[in-house]
């Protein structure tokens, strides 16, 4: 059993430290009080190659491993999770899943672009929409219909909670088209973003990953062509379900990046900072504390890497995933008050950081699988 890094795995970790500290930084708490969209950040990932890590370099991508995915996003998360989020779902859930599930046609016209993160020079880059407003963490119950009508489908009904919602380019929108066959019913399709019909709502004035532009997608009369459903009629629940999977690595590795931001943050203020004539560090009260954060957060990364080599490998990753996403969502929750507990009085300020991370940290546990929704995940597999 290896825990190394590979040369080039430690290369992309310094690069994504790197546009970290370097890029996304300066201004980060500006871009999080005004709900600024962080474009320029995004397009520097592009040239990276980090907006289609896993993506073969057939389709555009970088063709790396889902563990230097994972490094990369534990990085840029210590700095600026909006970005993180942002890169996450264009790499695990619509990337990933064009690639394992599309038709060579919808690789060349979508994906190719998509991992690149770029068209014409300009942002080009995806979404995933399955929420809807009666619709979380039960994503059977899609209100969203898409009306069969031979070469095309009308598709009609309302999205929510949609990152990079009006960013993107390109939509994966799951609708159901026979409500009679339940999950077995519904159909993954791809919609462009200009196409008539679709129509963007207000930005979420959010808690957390402020930067991340997240809205509502309303769908009127959408006419979408037959040759942009992606795998048979009735796949689209399996296939929303499989590309979650592969999510829930990418929030779990985002949560590990705020835990390990909120750990780093409070250690080099703890040796600054005095109290009773001495570095608060030196105080067994601090130091246990950050003994905890370091230990938890160490066992989120283990988590974390685990469920990305049993990716990597071809092993069911169904509850490693899980595993490492409920862990390290916590993890990212707990560390992030405690840091701001450590910094006290300046940890309510914004100036020092950590308050952000603590907002941020919460929806870790929220969106793509709750963490209940993670317990259920492992109990039923275990059930099995």
Not at 60 to 69: C, I, L, P, Q, R
Not at 188 to 202: C, F, R, Y
Not at 216 to 232: A, C, L, M, W, Y
Not at 360 to 368: G, L, M
Request: contains cysteine.
């Amino acid at each position: 059993m290896n825990f190394e890094l590979t040369e080039e795995q430690l290369m992309i970790q310094q690069a994504a430290r790197n546009f970290a500290n370097s890029e996304c930084l300066p201004g980060v708490i500006e871009r999080d009080e005004k709900m600024i969209f962080p474009k320029e950040q995004i397009l520097q990932l592009a040239d990276l190659g980090f907006m289609g890590m896993m993506v073969s370099t057939k389709y555009g991508g970088s063709g790396m491993d889902t563990v230097s995915y994972v490094i990369a996003m534990e990085e840029i998360s210590k700095v600026d999770a909006s970005v993180a989020v942002c890169m996450s779902v264009n790499n695990s859930l619509v990337c990933w899943g064009l690639e394992a599930f599309g038709t060579e046609q919808q690789k060349q016209q979508y994906l190719t672009p998509l991992a690149q993160g770029k068209k014409n020079d300009d942002l080009y880059i995806g979404a995933f929409l399955l929420s809807e407003p009666e619709a979380g963490s039960d994503a059977t119950s899609q209100h969203t219909t898409a009306e069969d009508k031979g070469d095309h489908y009308l598709v009609n009904g309302t999205k929510n909670w949609i990152t990079n919602g009006s960013s993107a380019s390109v939509y994966l929108a799951m609708a159901q088209t026979d409500r009679s066959k339940g999950p077995r019913g519904i159909n993954a399709l791809i919609i462009e973003k200009n196409w008539p019909g679709v129509t963007v709502g207000a930005k979420e004035n959010k808690m957390g990953i402020r930067g991340s532009d997240t809205h509502s997608i309303q769908f009127t009369d959408v006419k979408v062509p037959k040759e942009n459903r992606i795998g048979k009629d009735g796949f689209g629940f399996k296939f929303a379900m499989q590309v979650l999977n592969g999510g829930r690595i990418g929030i779990a590795a985002q949560a590990l990046g705020i835990a390990a931001g909120a750990y780093e943050r409070s250690l080099e203020y703890s040796k600054q900072r005095r109290a009773f004539g001495k570095e608060i560090i030196s105080h067994q009260a601090i130091q246990f504390k950050l003994a905890d954060m370091l230990t938890r957060t160490e066992a989120a990364r283990l988590l974390v890497y685990k469920a990305a080599l049993d990716k990597d490998s071809g092993k069911d990753y169904t509850i490693s995933s899980a595993m490492a996403k409920v862990f390290a969502s916590e993890t990212a929750m707990w560390a992030a008050t405690e840091a701001v507990q450590i910094h006290g009085g300046y940890g309510y300020v914004k100036e020092y950081h950590v308050e952000r991370m603590m907002r941020d940290a919460k929806i870790t546990q929220i969106y793509e699988g709750t963490s209940e929704v993670q317990r259920i995940v492992i109990g039923r597999s275990l059930a099995k």
